[in-house]
């Protein structure tokens, strides 16, 4: 089971969108996946229009079982939805006086979960204990990056967190992919803010996804990009990079 954490602390780089057209992408191509959200804005039971009864705060603070949490979504893609309740979760992860446990309940909570072949967790932008559990439970991270300069000190962020969890927590983490997003490729400051990632991060550097309209329209379809555009750029883009990821998991175990 590969646990994949879609992370940048920059907002609106892509991650919501990445983490369910990655989930999706990965379901179509016949893989169990589960799809977590971290965020209390709860962007990713509305982007694919899942009604669910238990949240992530419920298998948190213990409301309900880990199975009673989790709600299907498409064929072989089930979530775990999140919405504003997650903001008592984070403050009852806080109560706790213990600092390690309160950073390691989500790994406990997910632990038995079986038959998936991925995991993919989408978190907020913001630095949270919330986020913190997520990235004690990831294997790996995505990071998303739009076309400039604050996403870019976004990801710089992400790398000394990545840096930290491993020194301090003794947790392995590994960076799998830095994938810019929002791209134009007829600007020439989109070119520049690529040249610039793959300079820093090299190999872990996907192809772009392009700004692409119907990306941003899918979710208020309640629909993924496959199932609202499949033509698109967009579908095109995402599809790639899923093929990436499967291939990266296969190459590097
Ligand atoms: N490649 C793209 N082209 C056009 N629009 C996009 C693209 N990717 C994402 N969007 C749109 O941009 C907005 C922000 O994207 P998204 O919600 O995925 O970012 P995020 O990083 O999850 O944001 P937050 O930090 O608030 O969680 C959304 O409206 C989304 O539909
Ligand atoms: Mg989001």
Redesign the pocket.
Known sequence: MRILGVLNHKGGTG??TTAVNLAAGFALRGSRVLLVDL?A?G?VAAALGVTYTYTVTDLLLGNAELTACISPARENLDIIASDRSLIEAEGALWRMNNHDASRLQLRKKMRGLKGYEYVIL?YSPSISLMGQNGLLYSHELLVPVSMDYLALMGTRQVISTLKEIGRIQNHQLRLTAVIPTFYYGRLRKDREVLDTLKRYFKKEVTNPIRANVKIAEAPGHRMTIYEYAPNSNGAKDYKQLVERVADYGTKAE
Do not use: A, G, N, V
């Open positions: 991650k919501t965020d804005q962007s989408d």
